[in-house]
């Protein structure tokens, strides 16, 4: 089942902050987080393994709220490279399973 | 370097006729790799399951006998849309299974196919 993604879209100026939203109604043991820019393929950006394990990557970080099957990622002081469609995955199971991708949130950083 | 090699990058053909997408993981073998779709600006949505020496597993709604996978390899899938139409126009993307470290899956660069 497709996680639900929120915003949908969201611009921002430079060296402004952004939450981005990733629930699902059924029980998560992992989220994951990419970002795609246009005609690319997505680039992994981190892993969420625990209930409320937090980890940061540079300026970006994500929680992972285990028991309200939810995941928040947090861009701090954007950039203009952190344009892009931002999607969690999640896994449909253990193993050699594939991931099921949100819609997506656009975001779009302005000088 | 890429670990996963997608080819090719971006296609034109006409109606009626069929296009082949390889997707090759390059210093791995990948038993199993999965198919996406992706229509412009929306989400990247699973087709199949390609799996190497059986038949693909394919998602609801998608027609396996239009989309055939075949993985004769263990570092080769290939997807083959059949009698394509515009309507098949999109972003196809090949992912295999890493196996390392916490990145659960390698994508390839992803080939855009318009059907004129």
């Known amino acids: 089942q497709q996680p639900v993604q929120s915003p949908q879209a969201v611009i921002l100026r430079e060296g402004e902050d952004a939450v981005i939203n990733c629930s699902s109604s059924k029980a998560l043991y992992s989220v994951h987080w990419y970002r795609q820019k246009h005609g690319e393929a997505p680039v992994f950006l981190m892993i969420?393994?625990?209930?409320?394990e937090q980890k940061g990557h540079d300026k970006i970080s994500a929680s992972f709220n285990e028991k309200k099957q939810q995941s928040s990622l947090y861009l701090t002081a954007s950039q203009l490279s952190y344009s892009g469609t931002y999607f969690c995955?999640?896994?449909?199971?253990?193993?050699?399973?594939?991931?099921?991708f949100g819609k997506g949130t656009r975001l779009s950083v302005i000088a | 370097g890429a670990v996963v090699s997608q080819h090719p990058s971006w296609v034109i053909c006409k109606s009626g006729t069929s296009v082949k997408i390889e997707c090759r993981s390059l210093?791995?073998?990948?038993?199993?790799m999965f198919w996406y779709r992706q229509f412009p600006k929306q989400s990247l949505m699973l087709m199949a399951t390609s799996n190497e020496g059986s038949k693909a597993t394919y998602e609801q709604g998608v027609e396996k006998d239009k989309f055939l996978i075949n993985h004769a390899s263990l570092t080769l899938s290939t997807l083959t849309v059949t009698s394509a139409h515009p309507e098949d126009s999109s972003f196809y993307i090949c992912?295999?299974?890493?196996?390392?470290?916490?990145?659960?899956?390698?994508f390839g660069s992803g080939t855009q196919l318009s059907v004129l």
């Open positions: 992912s295999a299974p890493t196996h390392r470290g916490n990145e659960k899956l390698f």
């Open positions: 210093d791995f073998q990948a038993t199993t």
């Open positions: 995955g999640t896994e449909r199971g253990s193993g050699n399973t594939p991931l099921v």
């Open positions: 969420l393994l625990k209930g409320g």
